[in-house]
Structure formats: structure tokens, C-alpha cells
């Protein structure tokens, strides 16, 4: 194997060859990583051709079990029907919860869910939005969709509820996580849209339809335009409503006017993590304060006020500070190896969460039957 050194430090931030082993007639190179919060990479060869699973599972932490206890709390809690929630907020909690199942080994209740969850109509802006942040990657085609959202679009730029509302920041950022969801590209068209929000920004914060500030709608209109943020220069109204949000919460670690509000604590929880806009000991302590509401208030059985859409947000919310990892890519070196050509496996793992990750296993599979597996420290 020619690993060149300097270029793993290039690509995958700080690898250095830390061990050769040789077991059942496979070497496998363990590459460890200086910083753990970024990637490690497993190399490995055998003599013939084999098709492996990789599979990568954490130790549980504090914050993974509260994250696994709402995720078995809304597996248990399903409607009869398949979807989530009350009557009243039927479509909002089943598309909250179906986005919080994905970070689990999706099963039939997370299927039959889907299925209901593509059934339901969907009469405005809102329900198109959370529509397409659910199965964007589930359907071929979602241009149907998207042509119609815009026809929503008002001549300041901005989006209502309906055809012909007025323009209300709370539709502009739901349309505009849709457009980050199915990777949108007509930058003209998204630049109108921006323009519209960014000018909706007063004194940092962002309205209510009453004109009142509020910590929901610029929650949500922040983690918004950190999707944008790579294309357009957003540093000064993030920055500014980042620092905004921080100032509202309160003394427990929650936002918003009610002291116990989840939904809110987990929106702001969510905009400041992903966003990651400001430094110091100020934003991490803001986090961190956040976090310990959060997972103070979960109840024994594993919800958030037994709430199908509070527990789905408050699963969201955790998981963006939790260890994340998954498996980035995969290959073969040659691509199409025959039968008894020696060729290499490589794998690489990214934590993709804000966590160090701690113990983890990994594991190289064939089938069901685990052929390597290793725990990391």
C-alpha cells in the first residue's frame, strides 16, 4: 500500500499510521486520527472479492440516550393511523417525527409512516415545504412541487401561506429550507428571496405577524439562511441574530417568553449549533445551558411533554450537538476487482456531529457475520 502521509493530514485532517495486524488472512491498516472530531479512515485488503456492510456504533453518552429514549417514545406512541400528533397539528408532528426517525435504524413504523405522511394533501406553502424536507430524497422528481411554491412569490420578493397572502418571514424561511432540501441552484431566483428576509431583520431579530419580536420565527429564519450561507455573504445578519437569540434566554437555559417551552429552546438550540456563528465562552455556555434544559425535561418515558412534535424537535435539536458518525464514502481499489485479485477496501468515517465522539466500534461485515471490528478511543 502506497499511503502517502502529508496527503491523508490534506484530506482527512491529521492521520497518522498508528499500527499494522494481520488476522484470518486479512491486513488491515488502522489510520488513528490526531483530532477525533473529524474523520478516521480503515484500510484494508483480501485476496478475493467480497462485498462488505460497514457498520460504526457509538458507546451511549448521556446525550445519545435521551436522543434514543424520545426516538423509542415516538416509535411507541404512533397513531393508529400512522401518523403522529393531534388533530390539529396531524401533519406538522408526523413530518417533525419522521425527520427525528431518520436518525435510526429506519423500520416499518418509520415506513408505514412515510407512506401516510405522502397521502396527506397539501393546501399551502407550509404543508408543501415540510412535504418536501421529508421525501426530497425519497422521489425522483420534485420540479412539480417547486414550480409551484414559487408561484407563491409576491412582488416584494417575499411568500405567504397561501397564493396572494402577504409576505410573512415564517413562509420565507420554510421555503427557503425546501430549496436548501432539494438543492435548488437558481441563484436568482433564491437571491429575491434573500434580499426580501435579510431586509425583514429588525434591531436583529425577526417578527411575528403582530409586528412583536420573536425567538421562534428567528430561529427558524437563521437556520435558514445558514443554508445559504456558503453562497451569499450572511456572516452580519447570522451574526446579529445569533447574538439576538442568546440574549433571550433565560436564567433554566430555555427560550422564549415561557420558561419551559421546548419547541422554541429547540429551534434556538438548533440555529446556534448549526450555524456555529459566534465564539467564545458566551456562545458555548448558552449551548451548553440549552442542552441541560433539554434533556432535564425530557420525561421518564422518553417524550418531551408527551408531544409527538416537541419530542421530535428536542430528538433534532440533541442530535446536532451529539456525536454523528456515519460512513462517508466507500471504495475499491481496482473499482472491479475478479476473483483472486488482491485489491484495497477503504472506508472512511465522519463524524458529522459537534461531539467528540468517545468509544466507538466499527465493524466490516460480510453478510450479517462481522469479519473485523474494532473499538476506538
Known amino acids: 500500500m502506497n499511503t502517502d502521509k502529508h496527503g491523508l493530514k490534506k484530506i482527512f485532517c491529521c492521520f497518522k499510521k498508528d499500527k499494522k495486524w494481520s488476522w484470518d488472512g486479512i491486513s488491515v491498516f488502522q489510520c488513528k486520527s490526531v483530532a477525533i472530531k473529524n474523520s478516521r479512515r480503515i484500510v484494508m485488503f483480501k485476496k478475493f472479492l467480497i462485498l462488505f456492510l460497514i457498520a460504526v456504533v ?7 440516550n435521551a436522543i434514543n429514549d424520545g426516538i423509542e417514545w415516538l416509535k ?11 388533530e390539529y397539528n396531524n401533519f406538522l408532528s408526523t413530518s417533525a417525527a419522521l425527520r427525528a426517525l431518520t436518525l435510526s435504524n429506519e423500520d416499518s413504523i418509520f415506513d408505514i409512516g412515510l407512506l401516510k405522511f405522502m397521502d396527506f394533501s397539501l393546501p399551502s406553502l ?7 424536507e421529508v421525501v426530497d430524497p425519497l422521489i425522483p422528481d420534485t420540479t412539480g412541487l417547486i414550480d409551484t411554491l414559487l408561484t407563491f ?6 411568500f405567504g401561506a397561501l397564493r396572494y397572502y402577504d409576505s410573512y418571514p415564517l413562509d420565507v424561511s420554510l421555503l427557503l429550507r425546501a430549496l436548501s432540501a432539494v438543492d435548488y441552484s437558481d441563484y436568482d431566483k433564491i437571491s429575491t428571496i434573500i434580499y426580501y428576509i435579510v431586509n425583514e431583520q429588525k ?3 425577526w417578527c411575528d405577524i403582530d409586528d412583536s419580536s420573536s425567538v421562534y420565527i428567528t430561529a427558524l429564519t437563521l437556520i435558514s439562511l445558514e443554508k445559504f450561507h456558503g453562497i451569499y455573504n450572511l456572516s452580519e445578519q447570522i451574526n446579529n441574530g445569533a447574538a439576538w437569540l442568546i440574549g433571550q434566554q433565560n436564567t433554566n437555559g430555555s427560550f422564549g417568553t415561557d420558561t419551559t417551552s421546548i419547541y422554541e429552546t429547540a429551534l434556538s438550540f438548533i440555529a446556534l449549533q448549526q450555524g456555529n456563528s459566534l ?7 448558552s449551548l451548553n445551558k440549552a442542552k441541560a434544559f433539554l434533556i432535564a425535561s425530557q420525561d421518564s418515558a422518553g417524550s ?3 408531544n409527538a412534535y416537541e419530542t421530535a424537535l428536542g430528538i433534532l435539536a440533541l442530535s446536532t450537538m451529539s456525536p454523528n458518525l456515519i460512513v462517508s464514502s466507500a471504495s475499491t481499489i481496482p473499482s472491479s476487482p ?10 472512511v468515517i465522519k463524524n458529522i456531529g459537534t461531539e467528540k465522539a468517545g468509544l466507538f466500534d466499527t465493524k466490516f461485515m460480510l453478510d450479517t457475520v462481522t469479519v473485523i471490528e474494532e473499538v476506538w478511543i
Request: hydrophobic fraction near 30%; avoid cysteine; proline fraction near 2%.
Open 279 to 285: 465564539e467564545g465562552i458566551e456562545y458555548s455556555e
Open 76 to 86: 411507541l406512541n404512533q397513531n393508529s393511523d400512522s401518523t403522529w400528533g393531534e
Open 304 to 306: 418531551w411533554n408527551d
Open 58 to 64: 457509538l458507546i451511549a453518552a448521556p446525550i445519545d
Open 126 to 132: 407550509d404543508h408543501i415545504t415540510r412535504y418536501l
Open 153 to 158: 412569490q409576491n412582488m416584494d420578493g417575499g
Open 203 to 205: 434591531d436583529n431579530y
Open 338 to 347: 475478479v476473483e483472486g485479485e488482491e485489491f484495497t477496501l477503504s472506508a
